[in-house]
């Protein structure tokens, strides 16, 4: 009998595990499939210009490389390797790369689900929203404005190969900041933790400094409004002292790809520095910053103005927050001035933070969806209303996957 009993807990493990390799293994290959797909068709430059500047790149010329070309060239190596190493065509090359790095992604949000989510999902239905949460989208309102993403953002942005490549980083980072918050351990006992986010951080800015420049004014803001609630406690403030210091290999970099990207004499694509003007670059794009805002978040506004005073609470919802409000406020307030103002690349920190703050709010539907201590009203309101503004922003976000891979894109 007790045999029987082991042979069927056995066997019920080893389906449990078949089933699980499966379902990830199908949304990894979907994710693969429309990633690459894009890169094929897109009517944009950018994987044009990023894979002439990987042609360009040899180890040996790395800080030239970074000086004249492209400052966080994770994106270029990989592309590089698969061109001149393994014989890709350079457009295959820049597909399989841009691709490999948004399923990385997908693998990182499967992470953070387990980490964030303590309520039994299957691994199916799991699956099917991760892919499902790398194609949503701002609310798409032509009405409103032509600009699609760019008025509005996205979390999802297919235009832009190092964005996509920072994506996966950035979740990693993040998730690591919020268990070392959270933990009840002490620096010593955690140093290995405090090692690999160091690595992470400089990882992602070796991919694109975008995490960074959201992430370092987000995390300061909340460590000082910690502060000054907890009244300085000594412990907060080593912790955050400590987490602070993972990010100093990274700021470094961080550095020296400023300098180079914006300043140098010598920089093939020097900006000529930083301006300030409330949005002065947004605006091209949005006639409405404020409504821009609702159509890109309505979703997770909705989710966190139905449980606000239990999710205010919580440390991973109060470091997003201020992780957005920072990211966005630089996308609205700075601009580069010189040649390359209208670029916009302030715009993409925010779209990572958009991402991030998408994916907790994400997390937290499904929280209250499957919890008892709510309300009927309560989870009737979130099933019925969250699920319709997420209907609609998948949708809005197919919608535009489909129009850069069928025409020149939209913008």
Not at 38 to 48: F, I, M, P, Q, R
Request: charged share 15%; net charge positive; glycine share 8%.
């Amino acid at each position: 009998m007790v045999g029987s009993r082991r042979r069927f807990v056995m066997k019920s493990t080893t389906e449990d595990a078949v089933n699980r390799i499966s379902a990830y293994f199908f949304g990894t290959v979907f994710i693969f499939i429309i990633t690459y797909y894009v890169v094929l068709h897109v009517g944009n430059t950018d994987y044009e210009r990023h894979s002439v500047w990987a042609l360009q790149l040899s180890f040996r010329n790395l800080p030239h490389f970074m000086q004249n070309y492209a400052a966080y060239p994770l994106w270029h190596i990989a592309t590089n390797i698969f061109y001149k190493v393994l014989g890709f065509k350079l457009l295959d090359a820049a597909a399989t790369t841009t691709a490999l790095f948004n399923c990385f992604a997908y693998w990182c949000v499967i992470w953070a689900w387990d980490f964030f989510v303590k309520s039994s999902f299957s691994s199916c239905l799991k699956s099917l929203w991760v892919c499902c949460l790398l194609l949503v989208g701002p609310l798409y309102a032509p009405w409103f404005s032509e600009y699609y993403y760019l008025g509005q953002g996205s979390g999802n942005v297919w235009h832009n190969p190092t964005n996509i490549a920072v994506k996966g980083f950035s979740i990693l980072c993040f998730v690591l900041i919020i268990r070392l918050l959270e933990s009840d351990k002490t620096v010593k006992d955690e140093k290995r933790e405090y090692f690999f986010l160091c690595f992470l951080n400089l990882c992602s800015v070796f991919a694109k400094p975008s995490f960074l420049q959201g992430i370092i004014p987000g995390l300061g803001l909340y460590f000082i409004i910690s502060i000054i609630m907890d009244r300085g406690k000594r412990e907060k403030i080593i912790k955050y002292f400590f987490i602070t210091g993972t990010f100093v290999p990274a700021v470094l970099l961080l550095a020296y790809q400023l300098f180079f990207s914006f300043f140098a004499d010598t920089a093939i694509h020097s900006g000529g520095g930083f301006g300030i003007g409330f949005g002065r670059v947004l605006g091209n794009w949005s006639p409405n910053l404020f409504i821009s805002f609702l159509l890109a978040f309505s979703f997770p506004l909705y989710i966190l103005a139905l449980d606000f005073r239990n999710l205010i609470k919580k440390i991973h919802i109060q470091v997003a927050l201020c992780y957005e409000f920072c990211a966005w406020g630089e996308s609205a307030l700075l601009y580069e001035s010189g040649k390359r103002e209208m670029d916009g690349n302030w715009l993409w920190g925010s779209y990572l933070s958009m991402f991030i703050v998408w994916m907790l709010l994400l997390f937290e539907y499904f929280n209250i969806l499957s919890n008892d201590k709510f309300s009927t009203a309560k989870r009737k309101l979130c099933y019925y209303g969250g699920s319709i503004l997420l209907f609609i922003h998948l949708v809005s976000g197919i919608f535009y996957w489909y129009n850069i891979t069928h025409s020149n894109g939209i913008a």
